[in-house]
């Protein structure tokens, strides 16, 4: 057994196996989550959580190791976590981003951490949020959470992040991926990333277009911008940077912010409860007990949601 309490101190002083642990802790499922996670609670909500997704290739872990560059100028403390929702080990495509990351691996003010997600208990939508509360409490201000995926997962990971940035590139088929992904829908800033190369005007504009930023928008509504960046020399870094910050301080006027965190905790324990359910579902009495239901409805005894119903019931009567 692990003592949880003394882990949670060494996280908070800065110790970097502490955070490992932890977050170790909690990916594993271990039986000593619920007490991890009560030992955090109170030390979370300082982090301000950024999400990057777009196709494999755009630059994203290039972006994110030169974002970590600018936060730590500013004197913050920042926090990586590089999530694969696709595969079962942390491998692979992650592999290179370390080798991208690997110039802040000696910085005690950074904390970087890839996890694979596929396989997990509750899959993406439990693991990655529980991280990244590791990584809040550990004082981190800022936290990266960079998706390897694309398609419907990058979406749920852009639910987890209090500001997404959507990356595209020139010459990548970009708009039209982007548009089938969905993630159209889920960008507060945009990013075309790669800008030394020929196109990146008339991504931007294809971009621009799709998103229908010609437009005129009810006043105090947020217009997502699109900047340009050669992220592999950190130009238009800090523009990304700003963007960042305007968003962040239009989501606190406008009550955005809490909203949003309001809605990923409700979505956090909603899963966390259906798996419980689930879990009861699973057990011995509760499986000769679906049995019984399934039988009766193909019988005709009974229709589904009746079933359905009993079965709810049951689950929750002990
Ligand atoms: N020409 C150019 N190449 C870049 C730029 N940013 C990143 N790259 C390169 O694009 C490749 C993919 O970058 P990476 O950050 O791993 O993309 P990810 O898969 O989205 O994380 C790498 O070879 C980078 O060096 C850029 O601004 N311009
Ligand atoms: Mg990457």
């Not at 929702?85 to 495509?93: N, Q, T, V």
């Not at 708009?175 to 196109?199: F, H, P, S, T």
């Not at 050669?230 to 700003?242: K, L, S, T």
């Amino acid at each position: 057994m692990v003592d949880v309490d003394q882990l949670v101190r060494d996280a908070r002083d800065g110790r970097p196996r502490a955070v490992a642990r932890l977050i170790s802790l909690v990916e594993g499922a271990s039986p000593q989550l619920r007490e991890v996670m009560a030992a955090l609670a109170p030390l979370t909500g300082g982090a301000y959580v950024v999400g990057l997704t777009g196709s494999p290739g755009v630059g994203k872990s290039t972006s994110t190791s030169a974002l970590v560059t600018a936060y730590r100028k500013a004197g913050r403390r920042v926090g990586v976590l590089a999530v694969d929702p696709s595969s079962p080990f942390s491998g692979g495509a992650l592999l290179g981003d370390r080798v991208r990351m690997s110039e802040h691996a000696s910085d005690p003010g950074v904390y970087i951490r890839s996890m694979a997600t596929r396989g997990h208990l509750g899959g993406l939508a439990w693991a990655a949020p529980q991280a990244i509360r590791v990584l809040d409490a550990a004082g981190c201000e800022v936290i990266l959470v960079e998706t390897v995926g694309v398609g419907q997962s990058e979406v749920e990971i852009a639910a987890q992040a209090d500001t997404s940035v959507v990356l595209l590139a020139p010459g990548m088929g970009d708009g039209i991926q982007a548009a089938k992904a969905g993630i159209l829908e889920i960008g507060d800033v945009y990013v075309v990333n790669k800008a030394d190369r020929d196109g990146a005007d008339a991504t931007a504009r294809e971009l621009n277009h799709m998103l229908g930023l010609g437009e005129s928008r009810a006043p105090g509504d947020w217009r997502p911008p699109i900047v340009k960046t050669v992220a592999a020399r950190a130009e238009g870094i800090d523009e990304v940077v700003e963007a960042l910050e305007k968003h962040r301080a239009w989501m606190e006027a406008a009550g955005v912010l809490a909203e949003r965190r309001a809605r990923r905790a409700a979505g956090e324990i909603e899963t966390i409860a259906l798996t419980a359910l689930r879990a009861r579902i699973g057990d011995v009495h509760g499986d000769q007990h679906l049995a019984g239901l399934a039988a009766k409805v193909v019988d005709g005894a009974l229709d589904p949601y009746a079933a359905a119903d009993e079965l709810v019931a049951e689950l929750t009567r002990a």
